[in-house]
């Protein structure tokens, strides 16, 4: 094809491939088998007919119709056209010769019409009309002809591949071979086949995704880890100065984190933990094991927030028990950040809590034997690798305050072994939670004026930085000065665009009482953590979905005052809406919120769309599809165990597998152990 239409392709299929090609199917079909007479044609049929052209009715007004009137024996039709050249249409259609024609019957003054048909040809050129016509997704500049014949073209590279699947469960399951299922799924020729088809790709794509995955683990398994044993006097310390006893849940995780510290082998460990269930607690006491053992542990946080967060709150914990605590960010320059560099290289700091600025080459530890990396699914999955690389036989913690379901967990994890925090620490009230509609937006702000007088303090979250023309969104910068002339001068803002050390600053000041009221756009989602804040009003909570309005509501509570959530919404809502904010009034639990997210929503944007690290899938549909990523699981497993250098005939063949996927990171990993 020409170059503009390949850009238009890549657009389309995601990529510039033949293959990108193949795996753009079909969402619909439409069936063009109908050849009624003319006289028996009903609204709304599609048909396909051999006509005679009768004649041409062009219209001298440009936003008017051109017609061509057609018979059969039996009666006849009207072919309307807008905005075609004459010359063009008495070629393609010349009155007194017979054509075919193919289109969606719509009835017009009692006389059957179609307007601009999909096909035109010659009696002798039928068979180029097919009965069964796929429909496929699009962009602007390709019709659907266009992509049918670039998919005709494009399978006309297929070759026979050898077969990758069990044989056994590929009988079972009635699957065709590869060739055959991409062919059927762009000829839907029997409804049964496709169907057939249509999941054994899924399935292949899962495959993919798993046994990477699995090489990934195995990779990192086959690296001999470190024994550390579980941290004795420093943790029982520790755990004695805590204002609070541990959960039975943070108790087993703790328990499962020393087994895989104390073997010989890497930890890959994934600890999920709702919000507030005491991820960070665990954290440190996972930390003293390296520590005790004589080696540096590292926490690395999505943003400087955050990661200033957890230094201030491990800080006096550790130093209590006399361990030398460092944080390094983006932020550190010059002498300050030579210093930091130099006693992370010496081992003088013995914890070290940053952003993804510790993957920097300059970064070098004396000895890292633990890394924990927070809120995992703001970096790249395999990013995780790289801070694990800066120490020898490292043990990687993975901790995520966004409950995941466990077909997600799947995807973007199944190389890991996964703990759960699925208990809240005892205490915490449960927040009162408020469906408000943006009318009543007044009488709401006078009882927080009520809720402020007495001390509370409160978050309000808006969608967006600035006013948009495109969407009506309260921007965050125009409810401020709202606020500021409700309220007064004691509201603050915070939003992605500003400087580290102006976030930094405003936060400090709403943390300490400074400020009654903190505007903000979803850079609190994750993590922040002000005890006295009990207030959580979302603006347009109808515009987000449940597992960020879930983080977000997490963000109060934390205290031992009542708390409350209000969302508020505009109406009217839609179905999904309405359920989706139903949810949260009706449940605090974090792995729930998640499911019915999935359902909701879809994969594709659970954990906010592109900046998470989750795969997305072009074939399966991980929503529907659970059982197939189970058994892709169970198969990735097995096939490791038996043929971990995939050497044997089937682990060729799944070498090119992983090649047609784009999985080729994994073969790296055969090669280079």
């Known amino acids: 094809m020409g170059p503009k239409n390949a850009k238009l392709f890549e657009k389309l299929t995601g990529g510039p491939k033949v293959l990108d090609i193949l795996w753009h199917l079909p969402v619909d079909v439409v069936d063009r ?33 051109y017609r061509v009137w057609c018979r059969d024996e039996s009666g006849e039709i009207n072919l309307v056209f807008f ?29 059957p019409q179609i307007v601009h048909p999909d096909a035109v040809v010659k009696p002798e050129e039928r ?108 943790r029982e310390k520790l755990i004695k100065a805590l204002p609070f006893a541990l959960t039975g849940a943070q108790k087993r995780s703790l328990a499962e984190i020393d087994a895989d510290m104390e073997s010989p082998l890497k930890m890959l460990r994934l600890l999920q933990g709702d919000v507030g269930s005491g991820k960070t607690i665990v954290a440190a006491l996972a930390m003293l094991n390296a520590v005790e053992c004589g080696a540096q542990a590292a926490l690395m946080a999505p943003t400087e927030i955050l990661a200033r967060q957890h230094y201030e ?3 006096p914990l550790l130093e209590g028990l006399g361990i030398r605590v460092i944080a390094l960010t983006g932020r550190d320059k010059g002498k300050e950040r030579e210093v930091k560099l130099q006693q992370i290289a010496n081992g003088a700091a013995q914890v070290v809590i940053g952003t993804h600025a510790l993957f920097q080459e300059s970064v070098e530890f004396a000895d890292l034997g633990l890394a924990i990396i927070d809120e995992q699914h703001r970096f790249g999955v395999h990013q995780r690798l790289e801070l694990s690389n800066k120490g020898k036989g490292t043990d990687v913690l993975v901790m995520t305050a966004t409950p995941i379901p466990r077909t997600l967990t ?21 927040i009162d939670t408020r469906l408000i509609p943006i009318e009543k937006i007044e009488p709401m702000v006078e009882g927080l004026k009520r809720q402020i007088a007495n001390g509370d303090r409160v978050y309000w979250v808006c969608p967006l930085v600035e006013e948009s023309e495109k969407l009506d ?31 930094d600053a405003v936060m400090q000041k709403f943390a300490k009482g400074d400020l009654d009221v903190l505007v903000a756009t979803t850079v609190i989602e994750v993590g922040v953590n002000v005890p006295e804040a009990t207030i959580m009003v979302i603006e347009h909570a109808e515009r987000f979905g449940l597992s960020q309005l879930h983080q977000l509501r997490g963000r109060v509570g934390r205290g031992g005052d009542k708390s409350y959530c209000f969302l508020l919404y505009t109406g009217p809502l839609g179905e999904t809406a309405r359920e989706r904010l139903s949810v949260m009034r009706e449940t605090e639990d974090g792995f729930l919120i998640a499911e019915r997210d999935l359902e909701l929503r879809g994969a594709g944007d659970i954990l906010g769309v592109k900046q998470s690290g989750l795969v997305f899938f072009r074939l399966a549909n991980i929503e529907g599809q659970g059982e197939l990523l189970a058994a892709a699981y169970d198969d990735a497993r097995l096939i490791i165990d038996k043929d971990p250098e995939l050497k044997s005939p089937r682990g060729e063949a799944l070498r090119t ?17």
């Open 473 to 503: 969104l309260a921007a965050a910068e125009e409810r401020y000065d709202i606020l500021k002339h409700w309220i007064g001068e004691r509201v603050g803002l915070i939003h992605g665009r500003l400087k580290p050390e102006e976030k």
């Open 83 to 111: 905005h075609m050249g004459k010359a063009w249409l008495e070629k393609m259609l010349p009155v007194g010769e017979k054509r075919v024609i193919s289109g969606r019957v719509e009835f017009y003054n009692g006389t």
């Open 127 to 234: 068979d180029e009309i097919e009965k069964l016509e796929p429909v496929y997704p699009l962009t602007q500049g390709l019709t659907n002809k266009i992509v049918r014949k670039a998919v005709k073209g494009a399978l006309g590279f297929i070759p026979t591949l050898p077969n990758w699947l069990d044989e056994a469960y590929k009988k079972r399951n009635q699957w065709p071979d590869w060739h055959e299922a991409i062919k059927a799924v762009h000829f839907e020729k029997d409804t049964d086949i496709p169907v057939k088809a249509r999941t054994r790709l899924a399935y292949d794509e899962l495959l993919a995704n798993q046994l990477t995955l699995a090489l990934v683990r195995s990779r990192m398994k086959k690296k001999s880890g470190r024994e550390f044993k579980p941290a004795g006097m420093l």
């Open 657 to 673: 597998l992983l090649y047609l996927f784009e999985r080729d990171q994994a073969i790296r990993y055969l090669s280079s152990g």
């Open 410 to 430: 799947l995807t973007a994890y199944g190389d890991m072994d996964v703990s759960r925090l699925d208990e809240k620490p005892p205490g915490r009230k449960p």
């Open 33 to 65: 088998s109908a050849a009624p007479k003319l006289s028996d044609v009903k609204p709304g049929q599609v048909i396909t007919v051999e006509v005679t052209v009768d004649k041409h009715a062009p219209n001298q007004r440009k936003s008017q119709p």
């Open 313 to 315: 709150g491990l800080t």
